[in-house]
């Protein structure tokens, strides 16, 4: 039976008594998603398996969102926490630091990367972002062109929730209830996105350069001198599920933005801390480096809320020798526990060798995912990198037509997946201002090449029981 909690010296509430605490039939009021479905509950997990309130056990195939990068329950990650509270549970940042966030931070930056010099932590990608593009603002109020206010983002991008990064993401379906709740300085240009939008006939090299004419256009036709930052998602995410640029795209956007001044900020909230094989998604595409970047999910592996914002040296510099701060910050910036949940992550990514597991593991997850997809209809194209793929679903092969948005094709079958014990992560993006389906699978790098078999069976099966009902 539950212990009695003594109430005595609680403030008042609406319980009159301890039985009234801890009435289990008193149970409806944390405000969920939907209101229709109750999300399940998760008694445990670990590993890459989720253990549910019904008995169930469910292969964790997205990692949560593309979080759980060394998988769930951690022992070493559990007493580096515990170790921490122990010592200092919190301190406020405008007076004090620890030890977790200094070694976090250096641990990132050892031998600052591409010129990336501090790293700047907070809870959530989205306060990441914000930070990161007021971090911008700052810098050209210190440079003396406070005109530069207007950013360029890309539509179907994700940049976050709150509202300045919603008003730059280009998820329609996130923002219907909160049209004029925006920062209005902002425009967006076309995803890199060739199995959508490469023509007929033009080459990925064609592509490329008519993409980077759009974004000289857009910045051209907004006044460069107007313009602070272009921002875009390396491999693009939870948006369109993990499309990775055509050749040369990133390179030419950084020379562009090189060509007008323009800060370039890469938000690799998602597709960062080794998802996609390498520890930074941009390494993969030549000279493409940031002037400011995110990262968040893989950072901490979801066993606390943390993310961080990493600045290049040419912006610090500017903030250096101009006010010396930057005018900014959260209660909870670069919080203890969440710093020595993220210091251990790390740490055990890197003894473990998991950003090369994770590379080697995703060229087996994508020739189980094309042997056994092969023969599906409604499988248009299968794409990532590392442990970061996704399908998306079409009615017709042929001509990409996509389903009516009222099926919800992929939804239907992450829903029949579920039920077969396996969870993909559902990205809720637009195509051609129609609700897209696809299904990401990012599973934790730990995973085994016996569970991946498991999962990519279990996504034929779903497949297929959902074409059956729509052929
Ligand atoms: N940027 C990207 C690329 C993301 O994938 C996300 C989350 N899916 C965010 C920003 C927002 O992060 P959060 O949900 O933690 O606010």
Request: aromatic share 8%.
């Amino acid at each position: 039976a539950p212990s009695k909690i003594d109430i005595t010296h609680l403030p008042s509430t609406n319980c009159p008594d301890n039985e009234s605490l801890l009435d289990p039939s008193d149970k409806d009021h944390l405000l969920h998603r939907s209101f229709i479905e109750p999300p399940a509950l998760v008694e445990r997990a670990e590993g890459v398996n989720l253990f549910l309130s019904d008995g169930r056990k469910i292969i964790d195939a997205c990692a949560g969102a593309a979080v759980a990068l060394i998988g769930h329950g951690n022992k070493e990650v559990h007493q580096a926490i515990v170790n921490q509270l122990q010592k200092v549970s919190y301190v406020h940042t405008q007076s004090y630091t620890t030890q977790s966030a200094e070694d976090l931070a250096n641990l990132i930056l050892r031998g600052s990367p591409h010129g990336l010099e501090k790293a700047f932590f907070v809870g959530s990608g989205s306060e990441a972002v914000e930070s990161a593009l007021k971090l911008a603002r700052q810098y050209y109020f210190e440079k003396n062109e406070p005109e530069r206010l207007h950013i360029v983002s890309r539509r179907q991008g994700y940049h976050g929730n709150t509202m300045t990064t919603m008003s730059i993401s280009g998820n329609l379906a996130r923002k219907v209830p909160f049209e004029g709740f925006s920062y209005p300085h902002t425009s967006q240009v076309s995803p890199a996105f060739a199995y959508r939008y490469m023509q007929e006939g033009e080459t990925e090299v064609e592509y490329t350069a008519r993409l980077l004419q759009e974004l000289d256009d857009e910045f051209l036709r907004v006044g460069p001198h107007k313009v602070m930052a272009f921002i875009a998602e390396p491999v693009a995410g939870s948006g369109i599920g993990s499309v990775t640029p055509p050749t040369g795209y990133l390179a030419g956007v950084r020379r562009l933005c090189d060509k007008y001044g323009i800060l370039l900020i890469f938000d690799e909230i998602m597709c960062g801390v080794g998802r996609t094989g390498t520890f930074f998604a941009f390494e993969q595409e030549g000279d493409a480096v940031p002037d400011i970047m995110t990262i968040a999910k893989g950072l901490g592996g979801g066993y606390a809320p943390i993310s961080g914002v990493l600045v290049h040296k040419r912006i610090v510099d500017v903030l250096r020798h101009g006010s010396k701060a930057f005018n900014h910050g959260h209660t909870y910036q670069a919080h203890p526990t969440s710093c020595a949940a993220a210091l251990a992550v790390q740490k055990i990514v890197v003894r473990d060798g998991l950003i090369a597991r994770c590379a080697a593991m995703g060229k087996i997850l994508e020739s189980m995912l094309r042997t056994e997809l092969r023969d599906c209809w409604s499988v248009g194209d299968i794409r990532g990198r590392g442990l970061f793929w996704s399908v998306e679903f079409v009615k017709n092969k042929q001509t990409k037509e996509t389903f009516e948005p009222s099926i919800h094709f992929g939804g239907r079958v992450q829903q029949a997946a579920f039920e077969k014990g396996v969870a993909l992560y559902p990205c809720g993006g637009t195509v051609d201002g129609k609700k897209g389906d696809h299904l990401m699978i990012a599973p934790p790098f730990i995973i085994t090449e016996e569970e991946l078999r498991t999962v990519c069976n279990v996504l034929r099966e779903a497949v297929e029981s959902q074409q059956r009902l729509f052929s």
